[in-house]
């Protein structure tokens, strides 16, 4: 069948599936982005082409959309493109940023149109090996609450077993107990090993010591693997047309074969304007140059387990050991010798001492130290792969072994991840940028553990177009990005370019405009101040006076969004005696049980006012009364001090480029629009805007950051 056949009958399927919704109306921009998903998936070639045999190159078929708020995205992008991979024999794989939105996609949206479609599909949730408990971890520390014996023990992290000796009794009975629930819980079938489905999901501290990690994974060769959830659910992947998947996990897993082949799926990737800040996140690297004694355990324990299985390659392991250690601490010192005066001097209040390495240049002393790390690493884990391949050929032959096999492949698995990591980190670390290149952004920080000075050393890379073009886009044939936020200030090129698609031919944008009428919805109110922005302390002492007289007013529910904890503690403390019961302030409860509790209230007919940072900008959905009015306390401007940031912007200076206008301004206009797009979530809300930041109304990029929001009725009111 040909790519315009294809996409006429995927479309044919959205139409039916419209019709067929109850009470639902036809909406013209749904339908406008279901075309465009249609188009763009026919068009692509999926599956090996054999170029050499005459076949033309593959065509690939990107679209990049912006669907505003109301279009019914999620919707527009499924139906079309599950009916085109039912009919071409391929697979559709959804990446979100959140866990949220994936389980509205699988619990909600995705039954939903099951139940509508002519043709039946199966979908599955993939999330990270991460999220789901280890079987073997838990029933280990389930009848301990810690893991006393040396061979069990060395299960466990150094930092965890250092946190467990200074634990206080009643808080190790309370994890004892934890534990052994979440083993019975388990056990009865009533959790699913899951831990986003806890009633209460655990702090990480408590997670980890449980967590399934790939590096210590045995596969079907672990004793506990007929029972292992995350394999369980890996199971449900392989029969499934639709997986919902993250952006994390999509970027962690390329090349693993962990989801389906990005040449042989149709890709979709909603909230993709999180997709070039976790291309950045996933490709940073991190070393620790004061912990070090995991290397002396690990080497022993390479030694003991080689030794018992015969492999030659574990000769030089002590070699890379020592010089892994004498290398470690000769950098800690020499990064002290060098920065040290400047790390010191920073306020530890604000969380680890950081210095940033200009224009990626390292200092001369630490080239060499570094690049004997870099070696010593790679020789440790050749040897290390060495012993994993002798254990895996073990575990094939003696399976009656599975267990005490298990642990030992365990055992080197827990620590290698961090050797990895000093040897990624040590060779980013190194990269020289050419004459014009984009150097690395590298930088170093101090922060006090306990009794303990601990230097760690950063690198990352400063372009995640760069990134994602090398390691994604290179790989797929057929996707589709949308969000309701991806134009900035105006058009696409901001958000192109850090996708890595700028320029890209076989890429195309459109625009799906909301079909709220924003002008009668919703009012901004640009409540000016006479202190600049600038001056923190008497901006935020005006703002504060003047948020407190908005939200005396509110009747029903609100959300004030702050750029910094100091600027909402500030606000908190202000708050008059008989408003503090009206306001709920982000971490004080968890946030499922906040929003319960705002929502009751509302639904009371009392005011609820919630205080909030960025995680409640975005993805939070509060329709009518629950969100009345929004209130943005300053401009979201990304903070000044992130490293990678300041690299970015310290190379485009070098190269003549402006980066508050080329990077500052199209960032804070897209974060500016998800704050916004708070107010106004259905056809019948009405809501008001503040936002308290005179620069919006009173600065040339003010106003390119007003073209980005939706055209409400603009008023300016003068300082109170």
Known sequence: MSSPDWAAQALQSFDAVVQATPGFRSRAGQRLMAEQVARTFGAATLG???EEGGEAAPTRSIAVIQAGTGVGKSL??????????????????????????????VNKDLPALAALMPQPFKFALAKGRGRYVCKLKLDRLAGTGEAEEEADDDLFAEEEAAARAKRPRHETEARMQFYSTMAQTLAKGAWDGDRDSLDTPPEPEVWSPVAAEGASCTGKHCPAFSQCTYYDKRKELVGA?????????????????????????????????????TALDQFACSMDLSRITWIERLSSRGLRIGALLEVEEIADIPKHSAQLRQTLQDLARIVMDVYGAQLKSQPSAW??????????????????????LAASAEGFLDALRAISKALRAEMRDKPD???????????IGMLAPRLEELHATAQLLLQDAPEGAVPAAKWFTLEVDGDFIVVKAHASPILPGTTLRNHLWSAVRGAVLTSATLNSCGNFDFFLREAGLYGDEATTTLEVPSPFNYAAQGTLIAAETRADPKNAAQFTAEMVDALLHDIARVEYGALVLFTSREQMRQAVDALPTAMRSVVLVQNALPRTQLLRRHRERVDNGEPSVIFGMQSFGEGLDLPGRLCESVFITKLPFAPPDDPVGEARAEWLRAVGRDPFSELVVPATAIRLAQWVGRAIRTEEDQAHVYCYDKRLVRTSYGQRLLKGLPPFALEQRAPL
């Open 48 to 50: 090996k082409v054999d």
């Open 76 to 105: 527009a992008y499924c139906a079309p493109a599950i009916a085109l991979a039912l009919s071409r024999g391929t697979r559709v794989l959804i990446s979100t940023a959140t866990v949220a939105l994936q389980e509205q996609l």
């Open 241 to 277: 047309q639709v997986i919902v998947a993250n952006h994390d996990l999509l970027l962690s897993s390329l090349g693993a074969r962990v989801l389906p082949e990005l040449d042989n799926c149709l890709l979709v990737l909603d909230e993709a304007h999180h997709l070039p800040s």
């Open 351 to 372: 969380g680890p001492a950081r210095v940033r390495v200009p224009r990626g240049e390292l200092p001369e002393p630490l080239i060499a130290p570094l690049g004997l």
């Open 401 to 411: 072994e599975a267990k005490r096999l298990s642990t030992l492949y365990a055992q």
